[in-house]
């Protein structure tokens, strides 16, 4: 069985909704959808005026938001007897939210009012595919959609609480389930962050050992570089699950990063697809590798570099785990390092606790900081003994200062750090280099 999910833009209004309908029936599937497009982002913004304690805030945007539930119903429905379940539906949940304007708000509230966008889009899409006489059922995330006590999700529950949902529901001919939403390991409603309907179609395609993953966008799929940004791009057909995994981390946005590790480990391809054109070849994530070719150039903007510079770090055991623990310590992940002899860089992207960082770090060596950097991460197959790739790349780059370079770190991929200024002229002239001769 395939696995299939549709983003928020791809079920963002009535049509879309039929559209994707239309893209779902026939063979057996289960599909995943997000919420419609926009909606998340009012739900974080009820929160955010509930947390504040201004419930009138709140209630202004929850009553927008129904009303914009409600004109789809319209639209979408045929007849009044589905119109009326849709209402009822859309009552219900935005009844549940209402709820939440007259008490104490702590995230426990929060995160039951951010699951409301999936359970809202789910609903209608499967009320629809009812009404036109399709034997579709709901497969309720929040009853095998699990994370354990570190947040990481629960392969084990998730797989044997889905087999037997879907068991349940043997006689179904199509299985609609919310992503993002999920339970915590005290089974309270929790999310697997933002973007995190990606992930739950993994799980579920690990979970069911599917034969496709498919990420349905209204992109034709990963590009070979940022089309916003630079002239004569093309979409990548094949990529090895790690090309996609550095892509999606450095900055692609066509699929969310922590989608990658389920289906890799589980050896499960993830077609990437456009609603808006659904017969393009899109593309195939898997675990086989184009030989001799470099696929890709992605970019990461705000990015921080951080030097340290040490006498001690010469012949010093302990230097680069004393560096890495300050690090750690104020919950700062590192993207890249260089070493030398005499002193490390890395850097950051979340900026947080950067003074205190820095203020540490100051124990060990001279640090200097450069903020406003940019990752650019160039990906294939950039296996070592190839000779010639690395040299194209840095060639492709002579005339633009680089700060770090990273190599050797995976079988995939180069990164280059350049100023945020010379991103734009730094990809196209990887584009050019790479790509368009
Ligand atoms: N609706 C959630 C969000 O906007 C999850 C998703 O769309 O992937 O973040
Ligand atoms: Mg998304």
């Not at 429905?77 to 849709?86: F, G, L, M, R, S």
């Not at 998730?158 to 879907?166: D, F």
């Not at 069911?208 to 990548?236: C, F, L, Y």
């Not at 300050?326 to 993207?335: C, G, K, M, S």
Request: net charge negative; glycine share 6%.
């Amino acid at each position: 069985m395939k696995v299939l999910k549709f983003g928020g833009t791809s079920v963002g209004s009535a049509q879309r909704m039929k559209d994707v309908a239309k893209l779902i029936t026939g063979e057996r599937k289960i599909v995943v959808l997000s919420a419609m497009s926009g909606t998340t982002n009012s739900l974080v913004e009820i929160s955010d005026y509930l947390y504040k304690k201004n419930p009138d805030g709140a209630n202004e945007i929850i009553n927008k938001l129904a009303m914009k539930y409600y004109d789809h119903v319209e639209e979408l429905y045929a007849t009044e007897e589905y119109k009326q379940k849709a209402k009822e539906h859309i009552k219900s949940i935005f009844d549940l939210i209402r709820t939440f304007t007259k008490d104490l708000f702590t995230l426990f509230e929060e995160r039951i009012v951010l699951a409301q966008g999936e359970l809202l889009s789910t609903g209608m899409v499967n009320l629809y595919l009812n009404e036109c006489g399709v034997n579709s059922v709901q497969i309720p995330a929040l009853d095998y959609m699990r994370t354990d006590k570190n947040a990481e999700p629960d392969p084990v529950y998730i797989k044997e609480k889905l087999l037997k949902l879907l068991d349940q529901q043997k006689d179904a001919d199509l299985y609609i389930t919310q992503g993002y939403i999920c339970r915590n390991a005290y089974a309270e409603i929790d999310n697997l962050q933002r973007g995190g309907s990606d992930y739950t179609a993994s799980l579920v395609g690990a979970a069911i050992n599917a034969e496709e993953i498919q990420i349905w966008t209204d992109i034709d799929g990963m590009h070979n570089n940022d089309p916003r940004i630079v002239d004569k791009t093309s979409p990548v057909r094949n990529l090895h699950f790690e090309e996609a995994a550095e892509l999606a981390y450095f900055g692609a946005k066509i699929l969310h990063p922590t989608c990658i590790l389920p289906a890799k480990l589980n050896n499960i391809p993830v077609r990437l697809l456009n609603t808006i054109e659904p017969k393009a070849p899109g593309t195939l994530i898997s675990n086989a590798t184009e030989k001799g070719l470099i696929k890709a150039v992605a970019a990461k903007e705000n990015i921080t570099a951080i030097k340290i510079k040490s006498g001690r770090m010469l012949l010093a055991t302990g230097f680069l785990r004393k560096v890495f623990e300050i690090f750690e310590n104020y919950q700062t992940p590192i993207d890249m390092v260089t070493t030398s002899e005499v002193g490390v860089s890395v850097t950051i992207d979340n900026r947080k606790h950067l003074e205190e960082i820095v203020d540490d770090l100051k124990k060990f060596g001279t640090v200097t900081v450069d903020p406003d950097m940019v990752i650019i991460c160039v990906v294939g197959d950039l296996e070592w003994e190839n000779v010639g790739f690395e040299a194209k790349i840095v060639h492709s780059l002579k005339d633009v200062p680089v700060r770090m370079i990273s190599y050797g770190g995976s079988n995939y991929n180069v990164s280059l750090l350049v100023k945020a200024e010379d991103k734009k002229r730094a990809l196209q002239a990887l584009s050019d280099h790479l790509f368009n001769n």
